[in-house]
């Protein structure tokens, strides 16, 4: 998410809406990838982290990005079929900017990643936050979003500069968590759900 170059700033002409945007009755509405059938795959990816029990609130996604979709004045575009404490939307803003849309039972940790992300803003390293409400950010998205993973490493003098930038960000005086703590948090939540039938392809080995 911060691995990107530095964000121009953003341009004073807006984009035409596109047709997909157009306002209909005062409602942007939701994209059909977020009918009910795409509660099934949202359940399997973030089960690993929630248990079984992350069904309930998967059932809630289809009708929240329709709610979000209309208040924020969103087109949403596609799913992403990433990521393993959120379920994520390509949308497009009503002044035709690309974002992303993420959802999340976790509301502490979504309300933390929007700090981070507004507390690295100077740096223009890391995507800007345009809105938060309880268990859902909007964010710009990283453009044009090319996945490195199978791509060669860019040069260490891009790290280089990387690093450089995020350091003239000073640290928050009171840090809600450090590494340690997250990976105390992970472990942890991971041997307690070990019982659960659907983790069985687990061992209490993969958190020790």
Request: glycine share 8%; net charge positive; no cysteine.
């Amino acid at each position: 998410m911060l691995f990107g170059s530095r964000r121009s700033r953003p341009n004073a002409t807006k984009r035409k809406r596109s047709s997909s945007a157009k306002k209909t009755g005062g409602r942007y509405p939701a994209a059909p990838d977020t009918a009910p059938a795409m509660t099934d795959e949202i359940t399997t990816r973030l089960s690993r982290r929630f248990g079984p029990g992350i069904a309930a609130w998967a059932a809630t996604v289809p009708s929240t990005v329709d709610d979000l979709a209309r208040r924020w004045h969103l087109s949403v575009r596609r799913p992403i079929p990433d990521g393993a404490s959120s379920a994520a939307f390509h949308v497009t803003t009503a002044d035709g900017v690309g974002a992303v849309l993420k959802l999340s039972p976790d509301e502490t940790f979504l309300a933390e990643q929007a700090a981070v992300l507004r507390l690295y803003a100077p740096t223009g390293r890391a995507p800007s936050v345009l809105a938060t409400a309880p268990g859902a950010l909007l964010m710009t998205a990283v453009e044009p979003g090319i996945d490195y993973g199978d791509r060669p490493a860019p040069p260490v003098a891009e790290y280089a500069v990387l690093l450089a930038d995020l350091h003239t960000v000073s640290p928050p005086k009171h840090l809600g968590r450090d590494l340690q703590g997250r990976i105390t948090e992970f472990l942890d939540r991971g041997v307690s759900q070990l019982a659960d039938p659907a983790l069985a392809v687990l061992r209490r080995s993969d958190f020790e």
